[in-house]
């Protein structure tokens, strides 16, 4: 079945393929950082005792964890022009991946935090610590070590999430494989392509998540 | 009845069994004793194969252990097992955790692996745990369990591993009093231990280990009282001292 | 405006239930399917066996490795290439199988690998066999650590479901968007959708927390 494969048109797409990879590589790297961004705050509003802080924000993350990205990316992509916002398609789709991507990286800081020990924070309240300075100087440094495996993990995620923008016409990776399926009727081709080079993103960003993994654990041992 | 014979294992470059021959007959109780990493675990644990060996010939009751054809059911029902960490099954009730291996290896009724697993648990002074799990026993309690599991396949020889290294202090006699008592009923035995009293009243013969070879042997008395090498000497007077 | 399409919302209700049945069926028939190769695969995931555990790690890697709806392409469009016709519902249960039980493959390696090397040895000395050993010493143990992340896999998959839409199935996702061309109201339309795909993950999200504080007890 590869016998048949047809390598010059591969060939000949390349550049369309490269140019998906590096956009795909850009609406990645965008959203990840606003969603840390957005996860942060929703985090912070999450462990809040200000109740017009907290309950808004776990709605917001069970909303979306509930629901499936793709009907979060169409309610954006058919719901914001109706309210008189024409954004192109490729920032639509940023937002929808950002405020996805958002909600679950506030559960992982969440979890980061509490997997700091009491003894820590009594120890910084003994101290005479407040608040903000027990954050900054113990709970924080700490939960780190904790948060970022999960973090690297959640943007292996994100990348594969960006295929899904593809339905909504954004030239990403998946709609070049799309582009070439439908101008040259060679399917395999393209689509085999485009696995290749989502497995490569892949195995790049997983072995950062595995190095990071092994340099925390040591950390974690002193 | 248990025979080894130029037995050699390897770990990597890591000679743990050097040229092992050995004669255990039906009966005796034996005692291996020596330094850590002298081989003296990995060599019981060669005798129903849970490790395996690169050289030399292990056979039991004219079976070779390590050969391919080996029905290994069949063998390591005939041997029962005591670990170091009881390693008890902890989702299972004590009667539950007994009862396992003759339900399923031997196939036998429910009621009838009750009986005599209840029975067992009696001979180790445990039939009232029988309903508890594992979790609410002690250490030692859950010890005996151990050796009620390893009893009620009927086995005809037993190994311990180190049966009492990770028991408190006070609860090493109740294990030992049921080991001793499983010897004046006649069972093969091997212990690996440190539990020198036990040795010298119960055993037939003492082993001395040392870097996987086998340094020297002899009744209790003979090795305690009168070591022929030094460096069972030095071992004895280390032990005795501490 | 708004009255009027709400009220050609409410007529068009019932093909609303209609794609949530449809969606219901391909995760519950999902849902059995991975977890019964899922099972084994990471059985074998999980075994002595070398080769085992690198032909399954290379199966999870592809899985794990590509967008879901990149593999519903494959299957969908390049299995006719290779003679084998399916139709869009067959295909999406196909699809859906091959990429739920690699990643239950995971989260069963994992259980099993969290057991102690001490449980497999008094087993093994007993006499049991390798199944017996699983089915009655291994397995029983290790769920208590595979439950918790296999419910939450439900709800992923559950949420999967709505990828299958791309090539035609007309389950929840695909009747909101074939909906909002006529009913031009992304806002309500999709609010619906979405409510309804909740009112199906929710439970089972708390079902896998209460599982997850229940179990580190």
Do not use: F
């Given at each position: 079945m590869l016998v048949d494969f047809n390598f010059r048109v591969i060939f000949e797409y390349l550049p369309l393929f490269l140019t998906g990879l590096r956009s795909t590589f850009l609406i990645a790297v965008i959203s990840i950082a606003l969603a840390i961004v957005v996860g942060i705050i929703a985090c912070s509003c999450r462990i809040s005792s200000i109740k017009i802080l907290k309950y808004p924000a776990i709605a917001y993350i069970e909303i979306i964890r509930s629901t499936p990205l793709l009907v979060q990316i169409y309610f954006l992509y058919f719901g914001l022009p109706t309210l008189g916002l024409k954004i192109p398609e490729i920032q639509t789709g940023i937002l929808a991946l950002m405020l996805n991507s958002g909600a679950y990286i506030a559960e992982i800081i969440r979890a980061g935090i509490s997997s700091v020990d009491d003894g820590q924070i009594e120890a910084g309240v003994s101290s005479g610590l407040n608040y903000v300075q027990r954050m900054r100087l113990i709970i924080l440094p700490q939960a780190l070590g904790v948060t970022i495996p999960p973090l690297l993990g959640q943007n292996i995620v994100l990348v594969k999430d960006t295929a899904l923008l593809s339905l909504i016409s954004v030239m990403e990776l998946t709609r070049c494989g799309q582009t070439m399926t439908s101008e040259r009727f060679m399917p395999a081709e393209a689509f085999f392509t485009v696995a290749f080079f989502y497995m490569c993103l892949y195995f790049c960003l997983k072995a950062l998540a595995d190095w990071s993994q092994r340099k925390l654990i040591f950390r974690e041992a002193y | 009845m248990i025979e080894f014979k130029n037995v050699n294992k390897w770990y990597g470059k890591l000679?743990?069994?050097?040229?092992i021959n050995l004669k255990i007959p039906k009966g005796e109780v034996l005692v291996i004793c020596g330094p850590s990493g002298s081989g003296k675990s990995t060599l019981i644990r060669c005798i129903n194969r849970l490790e395996k060996i690169q050289d030399g010939q292990i056979i039991v009751n004219n079976t070779?252990?390590?050969?391919?054809?080996?029905?290994l059911t069949k063998l390591r029902a005939e041997i029962g097992f005591v670990f170091q960490q009881f390693?008890?099954?902890?989702?299972?009730?004590v009667l539950r955790n007994v009862m396992l291996a003759p339900v399923?290896?031997?196939?036998?009724s429910k009621t009838e692996a009750e009986k005599i697993s209840l029975a067992k648990l009696e001979q180790v002074g445990l039939t009232e745990k029988?309903?508890?799990?594992?979790?609410?026993?002690?250490g030692g309690q859950q010890q005996r369990v151990a050796i009620a599991r390893g009893l009620v396949m009927s086995p005809e020889i037993m190994l311990f591993d180190?049966?009492?290294?990770?028991?408190?202090p006070e609860m090493i006699g109740e294990v030992l009093d049921v080991m001793v008592n499983l010897v004046s009923e006649g069972m093969t035995m091997c212990v690996v231990t440190h539990e020198m009293g036990f040795a010298k009243k119960v055993a037939d013969r003492v082993l001395f280990m040392d870097d996987g070879k086998i340094v020297e042997t002899g009744t209790p008395s003979d090795f305690f009282?009168?070591?022929?090498t030094d460096r069972a000497a030095e071992f004895i007077s280390k032990i005795l001292t501490h | 405006m708004m009255s009027f399409y709400f009220g050609r919302l409410v007529e068009i209700y019932p093909f609303f239930l209609k794609g949530l049945w449809m969606t219901s069926k391909i995760a519950f028939i999902s849902l059995v399917s991975c977890t019964l190769i899922g099972f084994i695969l990471g059985i074998f995931r999980s075994s002595n066996s070398l080769i085992l555990k690198r032909v399954v790690g290379v199966y999870v890697a592809f899985v794990r490795g590509t967008p879901f709806v990149v593999q519903i392409f494959i299957i969908f469009f390049i299995l006719p290439e290779w003679g084998i016709q399916l139709d869009a519902f067959a295909a999406a249960l196909l699809a859906m199988a091959i990429m739920g039980s690699a990643f239950i493959c995971e989260i069963v390696a994992g259980g099993i690998n969290s057991i102690s090397r001490g449980q497999w040895e008094a087993a093994t000395s007993s006499g049991l066999t390798l199944i017996q050993q699983l089915r009655l010493v291994i397995i029983p143990q290790a769920m208590k650590v595979i439950l918790p992340p296999l419910v939450g896999q439900y709800v992923l998959l559950i949420k999967d479901?709505?990828?299958?839409?791309?090539?035609?199935?007309?389950?929840l996702t695909r009747v909101g968007w074939v909906t909002v061309v006529r009913i031009p109201e992304g806002l309500m339309v999709f609010s619906l959708v979405g409510i309804l795909y909740f009112s199906i993950s929710y439970p089972l999200i708390l079902l896998s927390n209460y599982l997850e504080r229940k179990m580190s007890m």
């Open positions: - | 000679h743990v069994l050097n040229n070779p252990v390590h050969d391919k054809a080996t029905n390693h008890l099954y902890p989702h299972m009730t399923n290896v031997k196939k036998m029988s309903g508890s799990y594992p979790a609410q026993l002690s180190e049966p009492t290294s990770a028991l408190d009282d009168n070591p022929q | 479901t709505s990828v299958v839409s791309v090539i035609g199935v007309m389950e």
